[in-house]
């Protein structure tokens, strides 16, 4: 395969996440745990939905409407990965989650970064995260090998170098971690038509993909799903992501590679859709700003 062929295959270098979409049962629960928590400034509010994010960029936008919880087991979201820029941040909000009594999930080191975990208000999973320099990342047969070892709250809060105040204007959506019924399926639809390539070492059940050589910017796992039933329309959770582009020849190629797979692509706004086999829907978007 030639370079152009590998470049034609696959989302270029820049590609990133960029905002999500949760359905909420109770708006003003869910905006205030996002608000209060994780530090996200309101960027528009109307009665049945808002926009979270930094004065930099939105995050998040919650939509009511909702009527119940997913069921146990089913596809979906795994948990949104909220990226801060440095590792005294998240010592700080570490600090900050701890004053406010919010209950933590798990923390982990995962030689690419360290992250905690928790949940939203309607248990949304949520994993607050900072990398380490790439260069530091270990790698094995030309794969990013991440592991799950503990991480060192101590060494994290003795970081820090003041107090948390808001999530920083570089903080971003780092990656998206979904719940699948098929890992396999899963993987050929965002490796092979989407484009993101597999940058990470796999583990059992669950598949690591990233543009640009980035350890991840999408996980997929059945770890926990039971069924391949989906919740109806009523159902709360994730019900899209946006991958944003570096140009609008690399969303051509995209839709092309798409179009080439059987994939039905469609235009919302100024984004093209499509929709992957357990039901969420992924937003490509033109992105001309870089986060610096």
Known sequence: MTQRQVNESQLPAGTRIGAAR???????RVERFYREALGLERLDRTDDAVTLGTLRAPLLRLEAGATQLP????????????????????????????????????????????????????????????????????LRDGRT???TDPLDLDALTAAVTGPWTAAPEATTLGHVHLQVADVGRSTRF???????????????????????????HLGLNSWQVRTAARGDAGTSGLRSFELLLPGAEAL????ERLTAHG??????????EVVDPDGTAVHLVVSQATPS
């Open 145 to 147: 090998a991440m592991t």
């Open 263 to 272: 994939i039905m692509v469609r235009s919302v706004g100024p984004a093209v």
């Open 252 to 255: 051509a190629q995209t839709v």
């Open 22 to 28: 949760l359905a909420v049962i109770d708006l003003d």
């Open 71 to 138: 069921s146990r087991g089913e596809p979906g979201l795994y948990h949104l990965a909220f990226l801060l820029p440095e590792r005294a941040d998240l010592g700080a909000w570490l600090l900050h989650v701890s004053e406010l009594a919010v209950p933590l999930q798990g923390a982990a080191d995962h030689a690419v970064s360290e992250a905690i975990y928790l949940a939203d208000p309607e248990g949304n999973g949520v994993e607050v995260v900072r990398d380490r320099p790439r260069e530091a990342w270990p």
């Open 190 to 216: 965002y490796a092979d038509a989407l484009g993101l390539p597999r940058t990470a070492i796999d583990v059992p059940m669950a598949s690591f993909l990233g543009a640009g050589g980035y350890h991840h």
